[in-house]
């Protein structure tokens, strides 16, 4: 089965630098999550995008936006780069017309920022 | 507010051992939605469960079995005969019941679940 598809699964940047991230939902899946797990950290609800639209907004920071497209993949770009932005960034996708609603995850991002 | 507890911050176990995970929750909702995940150390997130509010039959699927009582807002995760590729860091989390259709989770802190043969 088709499974969420992250890129790239490893990112190093340094301070100030930009970075985008992209995530692929599993097919016919209409929402997306971005999560931010730092190490040892419990996964941070950061954003969400239902049909394209921004549907919730969680501890993003301002210098970090996303959007979804009309594919429905997802972009996270982030800006400023800072050294605490060295995590592990999962995207997720749900079909949530529908039900049920679990979230499955991709294999995630890992950033690290220098 | 909704809050997840996993007041296990590491577990060790001797292989075959029975180990159980806690989580305990909070919601104002009276509809839910309880998971869990395992995170491997290769990084990924592996949905294990979900449970939505209405429904509190316990689980079992092979070795893993769950626990479900309302009455104390709670969520357990048993392992029976452990086995070393269990060891993980292992997350309850709890989404509100969409209408809208999306709510993000709200994870607990993980309980780091460690294995030895």
């Known amino acids: 089965a088709a499974g969420v598809i992250q890129s790239p699964r490893h990112l190093i940047k340094e301070k100030r630098e930009t970075a985008t991230l992209k995530c692929y939902p599993i097919?016919?899946?209409?929402?997306v999550y971005w999560y931010q797990q730092g190490p040892g950290q419990d996964p941070q609800f950061l954003i969400s995008?239902?049909?394209?639209?921004?549907?919730d907004k969680g501890s993003i920071p301002d210098r970090f936006s996303a959007q979804q497209f009309s594919d429905y993949h997802s972009e996270l770009n982030m800006s400023s780069l800072e050294l605490g932005d060295s995590a592990l960034y999962f995207c997720?996708?749900?079909?949530?017309?529908?039900?049920?609603?679990?979230?499955?995850f991709g294999p995630g991002t890992r950033l690290t920022v220098t | 507010a909704q809050k997840v507890t996993q007041a296990q911050t590491e577990i060790s176990v001797v292989e075959k051992e029975d180990v159980t995970l806690d989580c305990v929750y909070e919601?104002?909702?009276?509809?839910?939605?309880l998971f869990w995940y395992k995170q491997p150390p290769s990084g990924e997130l592996v949905f294990l469960i979900r449970?939505?509010?209405?429904?509190?039959q316990n689980e079992i699927s092979g070795r893993y079995s769950w626990n479900f009582q309302k009455s104390t807002s709670s969520f357990n995760f048993t392992i029976t005969a452990s086995q070393v590729v269990d060891s993980a860091v292992y997350f309850c989390?709890?989404?509100?019941?969409?209408?809208?259709?999306?709510?993000?989770?709200?994870f607990g802190k993980g309980t780091r679940l460690s294995v030895i043969a």
């Open positions: 997720a996708s749900s079909h949530n017309r529908a039900g049920p609603y679990e979230q499955y």
């Open positions: 097919p016919r899946h209409d929402t």
């Open positions: 995008f239902y049909e394209k639209m921004q549907s």
């Open positions: 919601t104002r909702d009276t509809t839910y939605y």
């Open positions: 449970r939505n509010s209405f429904d509190e």
């Open positions: 989390a709890l989404s509100e019941a969409p209408n809208s259709g999306n709510t993000p989770l709200v």
